[in-house]
């Protein structure tokens, strides 16, 4: 098949080509008078199944022909060398060095945190498995030189042996890239005894891994093998090629694997000879792209070669570049093309390595009905099996909220066996049972009661929820006792009430691929020993993210999103290069917590600029496709972004060549560009829609409110239209599902702390004393506030106002003695048929008869004039008391009504009754509420409101916001 070479025979195709095709093209070139038996021996090996599928699908599409042997890297090594160990499962070994991690953490626990134990251990598995990948061995890095180091990696450094000798210990195989290697070894060895006489053919790698690179320079050197490289730049001159040296300077160039690599087979660019002559889809853009991303050191060869590249319209003349202004915005323009490829009949890929935009793209696209087929999937954590695994595991190791308890009662797998309507029926009575009680913290016995008064029958249902949901916090276990214990209790969350079955847990694919990341995690659990509830959640959970979903036959199969890997073996008519800013294409190099960048250079191992480069390889070959889009956001969600380097050097050179139209070339990719972002944010504008007027509804008199406490009449004066939609519209706030330490518990707590305090001094002649008093909070709170910061900060804040309380007291005593607490009344405007209903905190009676109210404010107290205007709550009570008196307390004068202001400035506020008698208060309240219920006054919207900033809880059903408060109202009678 291949002329006799005393030199390594090395193939390659240039950048924009479909290797693939090309690949196949050249091989049917070099076989076509070979008999086909000849072409069945020969062997093809590919590093992904992703390229062995497409090679033998081009093979399907040409003439009949026996096909080659067509094998995948890992499985070539494995059939070649069957007699060495099978390597271990990379969960295997990453919960091995969990048991020393977790170690290094109890002794030195301010390395990292807790929940960063399976991170730490993925990590360091990684950097064993790069080790063997690349034959350096620990030795190498315990001789490394770190004086001039910080004490950090002179740590890491020394936990390396500790973690050596720690694996040596363990009786298990070798990793997967240990064994790889191994393998290649071994097989380079039998090939050194006795090469193989059939053609050997390594297609379609870079050599980024060292393992890769000796077996490229095996094969290369066969009788009969070759290698062909994807994407070699057969436009960067020789002098260019020289200035890839150093990997601390060049890793990042796309060419410098195949410098790296042609250097260990002694051999220059020259030599490479194109596999195939398939043309690149435009040789012009090929030479414009090779020069833009030439190494920093010979930039300036922009001026010397620059001149030569010609009239650069035709180069760009398939290249679109957008520049979005955000990246919903990018994704809206990807989507719209997309969406335009399937009418022309074209294959339109997406290339991302950013997932949150793939993402966003495939929701703008499901406004068009069109789901794109994505190499990548969905991660397993985020599917409906992922997350409710999650949400169990989270039962072992926090204590049952309401929020929790209702995530997972309404997730679509919980009781997904039979009778899920019932179950859903159920579930709702529950959660606004739970919103209307404020229930934070369920418990079985609180919820079996409920159960029981309820009046549906729910006590099969009852005891299937209480059983897989309350007391399962776990403590330190066994982690095979743990995972059984985990999917025992998923399963029956799912299946219900049923006696048997799973519900849909394991079905569909989602459950497929959970249910093998579980018998992967169940084989090798006994390897982890004992392990806590919350380390064991995030262990689990971490595992889960490595997983996937994918159905390979869902998506549309013109509109593809790949990354940057499966680009590389794949051709489209429409490239789209998304997400091209700093951080996201290139990504931002990964932190390293066991080796800085010279420590890894210094052991040989390969450096964080390897991923850049690999990046930009893959950027310069899907640059040179038929027609390209490039696009980037120019805002994230915080801040401007940084256009990615090779972004920036090919608008730099392009601006920097006005006699060879670059500037025009430049204009013209964005003008492309600019069609299809006004088209975009046409779609994206809505039509202007007139703002509401403020509301002023006016109801027919048989629906105006008849009765309201004193505590409202305030609102009444200051947001009218907040009464209307409480008592004409019969509305109200919908509960917060958890409970939280809000200014209305907080005056609860405090008025029965107080209440407590002096019942117990009047009723049993206990001192009333900041001891006493504090004595009572600390129960009553432990009683009523399970939030233990909330606890403590209200004690703290009863602390502070305690002595101005108890002295307060003392001047109270002098006047008069406690009465009543928690006293009722109503009164009546009979002329206008409504009733003012009020609650007194407290009453005392003076020796003369005389009665005195108090009301506690945890809050600053209204002032005299806000008492006046509007806060007319202790002016109302004293005009009720003198009227028609309160429970068990007849009508009396009213000697003072007192707030007792209990805040961060405690201080007594007296209502004005001097300025203002009970006569004349109840005279002005009546004209207020005639005003409203017979002369049809409007019910405005935010009247008075004390200030803008207030919020108000009917706010957004008025619309506040499309108004403001210097608009006049709009009166509006309904009937």
């Known amino acids: 098949m291949f002329d006799f070479t005393t030199g390594p025979r090395v193939f390659a195709l240039a950048p924009g080509v479909d290797f693939p095709k090309a690949f196949v093209h050249g091989l049917r070139e070099r076989v076509s008078d070979d008999k086909p038996q000849d072409v069945a021996k020969i062997q093809v090996i590919v590093n992904t199944t992703r390229m062995a599928r497409r090679i033998k699908r081009l093979f399907d599409d040409g003439p009949a022909t026996l096909l080659p042997r067509i094998q995948v890297l890992g499985g070539f090594a494995n059939n070649e060398t069957a007699d060495l160990p099978a390597a271990t499962s990379p969960i295997r070994q990453r919960f091995e060095l969990i048991q020393l991690v977790t170690s290094l953490l109890d002794q030195q626990p301010d390395l990292a945190a807790r929940a960063s134990v399976y991170d730490l251990a993925d990590s360091l598995a990684g950097l064993f498995d790069e080790m063997a990948g690349e034959g350096v061995s620990v030795d190498t890095i315990e001789t490394l030189d770190v004086t001039d180091q910080s004490g950090h990696w002179a740590r890491a450094q020394s936990f390396f042996d500790i973690a050596r000798q720690f694996l040596e210990n363990l009786d298990s195989p070798p ?8 393998a290649i070894e071994t097989i380079i060895k039998r090939w050194e005894e006795e090469p193989p006489q059939h053609p050997v053919i390594l297609a379609g790698s870079t050599g980024s891994r060292g393992t890769m690179q000796l077996l490229m320079q095996a094969i290369a050197r066969l009788p009969q093998g070759a290698i062909v490289l994807p994407g070699f730049d057969f436009d960067m001159p020789a002098t260019t090629w020289a200035h890839l040296g150093s990997g601390l300077e060049s890793e990042d160039h796309p060419q410098f694997r195949y410098h790296a690599l042609m250097q260990t087979m002694d051999l220059t660019a020259s030599e490479i000879a194109p596999w195939h002559s398939t043309p690149a889809p435009s040789a012009a853009r090929n030479k414009l792209i090779s020069l833009a991303l030439r190494p920093a050191p010979v930039t300036d060869q922009w001026l010397s070669e620059g001149p030569n590249l010609g009239d650069l319209l035709p180069a760009t003349e398939g290249i679109t570049l957008v520049e979005a202004t955000t990246q919903r915005e990018e994704a809206l323009t990807i989507a719209a093309r997309m969406r335009k490829a399937t009418d022309e009949g074209l294959t339109c890929a997406l290339i991302t390595p950013d997932r949150m935009l793939t993402r966003q793209v495939t929701a703008a696209l499901d406004r ?5 087929d994505d190499s990548a999937g969905q991660p397993l954590q985020l599917s409906p099996p992922g ?7 989270a039962l072992f190791h926090q204590e049952l909220t309401s929020e929790m308890l209702l995530t997972l009662l309404k997730h679509p797998l919980t009781h997904s066996e039979t009778d899920r309507g019932a179950h859903l029926r159920f579930t709702r009575e529950l959660e606004l049972h739970l919103r209307r009680k404020g229930t934070t913290y369920p418990n079985s016995e609180s919820l079996t009661s409920w159960a029981d008064a309820h009046k549906d029958d729910m006590a099969a249902w009852m005891s299937w929820l209480t059983a897989c949901f309350c007391d399962q916090e776990r403590q330190k276990d066994d982690m095979s006792a743990l995972l059984s214990a985990h999917i025992f209790l998923a399963e029956s969350i799912a299946r219900g009430c049923s006696s048997e079955g799973t519900g ?22 006994p390897v982890v020993g004992e392990i806590s509830a919350v380390d064991y959640a995030d262990l689990f959970g971490a595992l889960l993210s490595r997983g996937e979903v994918r159905d390979r036959d869902s998506g549309h199969p013109n509109i593809l999103i790949w990354g940057t890997l499966e680009a590389r073996v794949q051709g489209a008519d429409l490239v789209i290069l998304g997400g091209l800013n700093e951080g996201s294409w290139p990504e931002a190099p990964s932190p ?5 960048r010279k420590m890894r250079h210094d052991a040989g191992l390969l450096l964080p600029e390897r991923r850049i480069g690999l990046a930009a390889h893959d950027f310069q070959q899907a640059v040179g496709a038929p027609e390209v889009w490039i696009t980037r956001s120019v805002r994230s969600d915080e801040a401007e972004t940084v256009p990615s380097r090779w972004i920036n050097r090919m608008i730099n050179l392009l601006d920097g060549l006005p006699e060879q139209n670059g500037p025009e070339a430049l204009s013209a990719m964005r003008g492309r560009a600019q069609i299809w972002l006004n088209d975009v944010r046409a779609l994206e504008t809505m039509l202007p829609t007139p703002a509401a007027p403020r509301p002023s509804p006016i109801p027919p008199a048989e629906a105006r409110p008849r009765q309201l406490s004193v505590t409202e009449i305030k609102r009444l004066i200051r947001d009218p239209y907040a009464i209307y939609a409480k008592h004409v519209l019969k509305l109200r706030p919908l509960d917060p599902l958890m409970r939280t330490p809000d200014a209305l518990l907080r005056g609860i707590i405090v008025h029965d ?3 407590q305090l002096i019942k117990s001094n009047r009723d049993h002649d206990v001192p009333v004393t900041r001891e006493r008093l504090l004595e009572i909070s600390e129960t009553v709170l432990a009683q009523n506030v399970p939030w233990a910061t909330a606890r403590v900060l209200w004690m703290a804040r009863l602390s502070r106002v305690a002595d101005h309380f108890v002295e307060g007291e003392k001047r109270r005593r002098s006047r008069g003695a406690p009465l009543k607490f928690e006293a009722s009344t109503k009164a009546n405007i009979h002329e206008l048929g409504f009733t003012l209903t009020a609650k007194a905190d407290r009453i005392d009676r003076t020796p003369e008869g005389d009665l005195i109210l108090y009301d506690y404010k945890t809050g600053a107290p209204p002032s005299r004039d806000e008492q ?8 109302l009570e004293a005009a009720m008391a003198e009227q028609n008196g309160f429970e068990d307390v007849d009508p009396a004068h009213v000697a003072d009504a007192i707030y007792i202001g209990l805040g961060s400035s405690p201080k007594d506020q007296p209502a004005p009754l001097s300025e203002t008698p009970t006569t004349q208060v109840w005279e002005e309240f009546s004209k207020l509420i005639a005003q409203y219920l017979e002369e049809g006054k409007g019910f405005t919207s935010r009247r008075a409101m004390q200030s803008e900033r207030d919020e108000g809880d009917f706010d957004q059903l008025a619309r506040f916001g499309e108004w403001d408060a210097t ?7 309904l009937s």
Do not use: C, M, Y
Not at 175 to 182: M, P, S, Y
Not at 368 to 372: A, D, E, K, S, T
Not at 387 to 393: A, K, Q, S, T, Y
Not at 592 to 596: A, R, V
């Open 175 to 182: 990793g997967q890239e240990a064994r790889q290697r191994r």
């Open 368 to 372: 068009w009905n069109i789901l794109p």
């Open 387 to 393: 997350r409710f695994l999650r949400h169990v595991v």
């Open 504 to 525: 849909e847990l394991w079905k569909e694919r989602a459950g497929q691929a959970a249910t093998r990341v579980i018998a992967d995690i169940t084989e090798h659990a």
């Open 592 to 596: 390293d917590p066991w080796l800085n």
């Open 753 to 755: 702390v107080l209440e």
């Open 868 to 875: 006046i205007f509007f806060d007319k709550q202790l002016l």
């Open 967 to 973: 608009d006049e109202s709009t009166p509006q009678a």
